[in-house]
């Protein structure tokens, strides 16, 4: 499957973005979905995820009820809505994908298929 992240740019502090990682290639509603962002001289961070077809979902505690994961498997596209972004939001975010077997549980890592980033900039 392939992926690709947008909807990234500019946000003044407090404001509101919302990502979509869109799939092809393969039957999308097979596919778990996380998402992921990598501050500059950081490590990538989990920051959240959903299941095939979105019966679960699990956030980082540092995005945790700021931010909102859905999908639509008509569109092979997952979004992720981020409310109050914080300066600390800053971040290359990227979409990733695994394949599931049933629709139970969320995965923070072992993601076989990554997207190219699209770049958050959240000024203060």
């Known amino acids: 499957v392939q992926l690709q992240a947008f909807g990234g740019g500019l946000v003044q502090a407090g404001g509101s973005l919302r990502l979509s990682c869109a799939a092809s290639?393969?039957?999308?509603?097979?596919?778990?979905v996380g998402w992921f962002r990598q501050a500059p001289g950081k490590e990538r961070e989990f920051v959240a995820a959903?299941?095939?077809?979105?019966?679960?979902?699990a956030y980082a505690d540092s995005v945790k009820g700021r931010s909102t994961i859905s999908r639509d498997n008509a569109k092979n596209t997952v979004y992720l809505q981020m409310n109050s972004l914080k300066p600390e939001d800053t971040a290359v975010y990227y979409c990733?994908?695994?394949?599931?077997?049933?629709?139970?549980?969320?995965?923070?890592?072992?993601?076989?298929?990554w997207g190219r980033g699209t770049l958050v900039t959240v000024s203060s």
């Open positions: 990733a994908a695994v394949r599931q077997t049933y629709d139970s549980g969320t995965y923070r890592s072992g993601y076989d298929y």
């Open positions: 290639g393969r039957t999308f509603s097979n596919y778990a």
């Open positions: 959903i299941s095939r077809r979105g019966g679960s979902t």
